[in-house]
């Protein structure tokens, strides 16, 4: 039984930071995304169960994703944020690490993050 569920969006400044939450259960790996207005959702980030992570490199040494497993939640750490990472933000889960949105299972319906110049 999967259930997501995002928070922690919201209206930050350019160079802010937020920290995104997924509650989710059980021993899969987790991947952020994010789509915004007129795009593709793409890869942010994700984590496996034994805290392996992979991250897009337009986040990279901004962005880090972690878990804790024993409060069921992945965290999306988001710092130095720049107006382009405005987009609604997905958990999802799935059977292995991949960065295509196709492979994962289950989702949660979106956090809104927007940064403002």
């Known amino acids: 039984q999967v259930q997501l569920v995002e928070s922690g969006g919201g209206l930050v400044q350019a160079g802010g930071s937020l920290r995104l939450s997924c509650a989710a259960s059980?021993?899969?790996?987790v991947g952020w995304f994010r789509q915004a207005p007129g795009k593709e959702r793409e890869f942010v980030a994700s984590?496996?169960?034994?805290?392996?992570?992979l991250h897009a490199d337009s986040v990279q040494g901004r962005f880090s994703i972690s878990r804790d497993n024993v409060k069921n939640t992945v965290y999306l750490q988001m710092n130095s944020l720049k107006s382009e990472d405005t987009a609604v933000y997905y958990c999802?889960?799935?059977?292995?690490?991949?960065?295509?949105?196709?492979?994962?299972?289950?989702w949660g319906q979106g956090t809104q993050v927007t940064v403002s110049s």
């Open positions: 999802a889960t799935g059977r292995r690490t991949t960065m295509v949105s196709g492979e994962y299972d289950y």
């Open positions: 059980g021993r899969y790996v």
């Open positions: 984590i496996t169960w034994n805290g392996m992570t």
